[in-house]
């Protein structure tokens, strides 16, 4: 199969013990819908290592509709907000979900942060309202966060700034 955003051919590979199409040129995962939902990045991974993913494989949101790999049908772009704000195009027909370059990557750190507290909620909110601009922005902090052991609060302030209008 091709993938759907830069043709290359897919492999094959495990991503955490499930199956899944990787396209090695713009990093985008094709898999089954179902599977998207329990896939989880073990907790030996580390924050740091997923920060890792999402800025390496970081890829524009494909605007315009894909073609599903499997059945060259016209995909759904759909937003899963939970547990991350992301748009992914879905095959109705063979229940496939491309995620882009990056994606899966922020679905995991936010699991991730998930787990580890409740500011998540606004954090996903946060992240469903931001602008391309604001996305660079919060993915250069990424970048700059000092270490992997970082508490959400600080993550959040680093990425949001002020700490206390999350709470109102
Ligand atoms: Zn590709
Ligand atoms: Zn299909």
């Known amino acids: 199969m091709k993938c759907p955003a830069c043709q290359s051919e897919l492999r094959r590979i495990l991503y955490e013990s499930v199956p899944v199409f990787r396209c090695l040129e713009c990093h985008g995962y094709l ?18 290592q997923l920060k890792r993913e999402v800025i390496q494989e970081a890829q524009p949101d494909t605007l315009d509709s894909v073609r599903c790999p499997r059945c060259g049908r016209k ?28 994606e899966l990557g922020r679905l995991q750190l936010t699991n991730e942060m998930t787990l580890k ?52």
């Open 31 to 48: 898999l089954s819908e179902k599977r998207l939902e329990g896939i989880r990045r073990s907790p030996a991974t580390g924050i740091e």
């Open 75 to 102: 995909m759904d772009k759909r937003y899963i907000e939970q547990p991350a704000a992301l748009h992914v195009d879905v095959c109705r027909e063979c229940r496939f979900v491309w995620l882009d370059g990056g």
């Open 117 to 168: 507290g409740q500011e998540s909620r606004r954090f996903r909110k946060r992240l469903a309202t931001m602008t391309p601009e604001e996305k660079a922005e919060f993915e250069r902090n990424l970048e700059a966060l000092p270490d992997e052991k970082a508490e959400p609060s600080i993550l959040w302030s680093m990425f949001f700034g002020r700490r206390h209008d999350w709470f109102c």
